[in-house]
């Protein structure tokens, strides 16, 4: 009850989401922000406790990276390419509502003391630079 979603960007599903966050009565706690301009990305992300990111697929996560290089408690769903970018720094979960709910409490406990996975999160997130990127294309040739 204490938490308000933040969500980013649109989709077909925005109008469902907006339905059913008055259903059950929490529309107060839900801000859809629709898309915004990219500089102003980290400065949301500094006002979360928490990036959720439980999507079922991706190639390459930007948003994950995003969320890495700005040091945030991540939640993702537990998907090869999050394994792949993330690693140890984010909690991975399965993408049902209980499995998200109490990694999102988790995530909110481990913040809470002291934010070391955001810490490494940042740290990792520098092998996924453009330049770190190039050179290791270039060593494997």
């Known amino acids: 009850p204490e938490c308000i979603a933040v969500i980013a960007g649109r989709g077909p599903l925005e109008p469902a989401l907006q339905r059913r966050a008055v259903e059950l009565g929490v529309s107060s706690q839900l801000?859809?922000?629709?898309?915004?301009?990219?500089?102003?990305?980290?400065?949301?992300?500094?006002?979360?406790?928490?990036?959720?990111?439980?999507?079922?697929?991706?190639?390459?996560?930007?948003?994950?990276?995003?969320?890495?290089?700005?040091?945030?408690?991540?939640?993702?769903?537990?998907?090869?390419?999050?394994r792949e970018v993330a690693g140890s720094t984010a909690l991975l979960t399965a993408t049902d509502p209980l499995s998200l709910t109490r990694s999102i409490r988790a995530a909110l406990t481990l913040r809470d003391s002291g934010n070391a996975m955001g810490?490494?999160?940042?740290?990792?997130?520098?092998?996924?630079?453009?330049?770190?990127?190039a050179d290791g294309y270039l060593e494997s040739m």
């Open 119 to 133: 810490r490494m999160a940042r740290e990792r997130s520098l092998r996924f630079t453009v330049d770190a990127m």
């Open 31 to 82: 801000l859809l922000l629709g898309e915004i301009e990219p500089t102003a990305v980290a400065g949301w992300m500094h006002r979360a406790d928490v990036f959720v990111f439980p999507s079922r697929f991706e190639a390459m996560p930007m948003a994950l990276l995003e969320a890495m290089r700005e040091g945030m408690m991540i939640v993702a769903s537990d998907i090869a390419a999050h």
